[in-house]
Nanobody
Framework: QVQLVESGGGLVEAGDSLRLSCAAS????????MGWFRQAPGKEREFVAA????????YYADSVKGRFTISRDNAKNTVYLQMNSLKPEDTAVYYC?????????????????WGQGTQVTVSS
């Protein structure tokens, strides 16, 4: 079965960096657009970033543009999210997700598979 397993979350201070990883198994990784989403307490899950199947194109939410970088290594079936200059408002559970498509979509309902999430907490 398909599994997406996130790692790399933690508690950091404002201005710090974190790198999230998401290891995929049970699917042909290069056939999937990969995305990162986040959900803060009391809020809906929101799009953060996504990359096309071979990493040629990346897309970001305006709130993270210039601070976060998504990348993927198809040889390792892994997608990453490098998060720099973290802010308290970045505090959330971060999820990776896989979408069997050739174009990036940002809607939560578009994605076929989800990880269990990893907590990122940024203190001020």
């Amino acid at each position: 079965q398909v599994q997406l397993v996130e790692s790399g979350g933690g508690l950091v201070e404002a201005g710090d960096s974190l790198r999230l990883s998401c290891a995929a198994s049970g699917l042909t990784f290069s056939r999937y657009v990969m995305g990162w989403f986040r959900q803060a307490p009391g809020k809906e899950r929101e799009f953060v970033a996504a990359t096309t199947r071979y990493g040629g194109e990346t897309y970001y939410a305006d709130s993270v543009k210039g601070r976060f970088t998504i990348s993927r290594d198809n040889a390792k079936n892994t997608v990453y999210l490098q998060m720099n200059s973290l802010k308290p408002e970045d505090t959330a559970v971060y999820y990776c997700a896989a979408d069997r498509t050739i174009v990036v979509r940002i809607g939560v309902s578009e994605y076929d598979y989800w990880g269990q999430g990893t907590q990122v907490t940024v203190s001020s």
